[in-house]
């Protein structure tokens, strides 16, 4: 019972932020425009707070940060490999190689992983969750690009590194990440004064202040994005893509990680399950329409792996919780 009532206060959360934000958008609280809106707010104002204030409050990055990074970078390559194979071998459609291909690997981690790591973990599992992000956007992105458009022969375009990098450097997660980085490079040298506790200390309270807002209204935004439509076509790809980003992907990882790295603890644990056990990411429909892929079946994945995450989600935390982890 403690561990289900654990669970419970972790996941639900999350779950009932987005059914608001779904329930506001169908009476029409707010409309298309007001979504359009928030979710840029969101991702270039609140997000980058969030990352800055994760990464800032690092006290030391010590050699579980590096692990967990190095274990997490591997992990997403070798899920990008692993999706890109079966996708060339098992699936027909050009323009949904890709999209199946992303659902190997590429998870809501900013917008859910990192709140759900928090809920689990507190700062410190956020703080786990900032590091792995930094290493796992550059990932997503530079390999989503070149899935949505490799598999495209009527319509190939030419990959471009440079754009691809460029895209990366204008990441406004990736701004947050850096400029938290470098301050926790600095603090060493600046004779024990902190963004936190200096002359201009309401600098950091007004990004502390962004980045609380940011789990929540995300949450709230994303609801609002869903449109949960039946397309009988298309179930047997929504039912494989929901058991792979659900069950299989968080299965395999965290039971690599257990092996290979037995000395992980709790907020390893939680910031790898909201690596592996997330939904699909927001951007991966997004990126799907705007690069001439399936757009619809990566919105049906969209919706349905964000969906059913609520309870996959609960059954790993209770899991973690009765073996003592959480």
Known sequence: MESFVFSMNAVLPLVCLTALGYALRQSNFFNDDFIKAGNKFVFTVCLPCLMFVNIYNIQKMDSAYYKVMLFASVSILALIAIGTLFCVFFVQDPKQKGVMAQTFFRSNFAIIGIPLARSIFGDEGGAMGAVILACSI????????????????????????????????????????????????????????????????????????????????????????????????????????????????????????????????????????????????????????QMNNDGELAGQILVWTTFFSGLTLFCFISFFRFKGIF
């Not at 490799?150 to 319509?155: A, G, R």
């Not at 060493?188 to 936190?196: A, C, E, F, H, S």
């Not at 962004?210 to 609801?223: Q, R």
């Not at 039912?239 to 069950?247: K, M, T």
């Open 138 to 289: 550059p990932l997503f992105n530079i390999s989503s690009v070149f899935l949505l458009t490799v598999f495209l022969k009527e319509e190939q375009k030419r990959i471009s590194v440079r754009s691809i990098l460029y895209k990366i450097l204008k990441n406004p997660l990736i701004d947050g990440i850096f400029f938290g980085g470098l301050m926790l490079v600095l603090r060493p040298y600046v004779n024990g004064w902190t963004l936190k506790n200096g002359e201009i200390r309401f600098v950091y309270r007004i990004i502390e202040e962004l980045a609380k807002a940011a789990s929540p209204f995300s949450l709230v935004i994303l609801g609002g994005q869903f449109q949960i439509s039946a397309v009988k076509r298309l179930f047997s790809k929504i039912a494989f893509a929901v058991f792979v980003r659900l069950v299989a992907v968080p299965v395999a990882g965290l039971w690599a990680a257990h092996l290979i790295f037995p000395d992980f603890k709790g907020p390893e644990y939680a910031a790898l399950l909201a690596l592996f056990g997330c939904p699909i990411a927001v951007a991966s429909a997004i990126m799907a329409n």
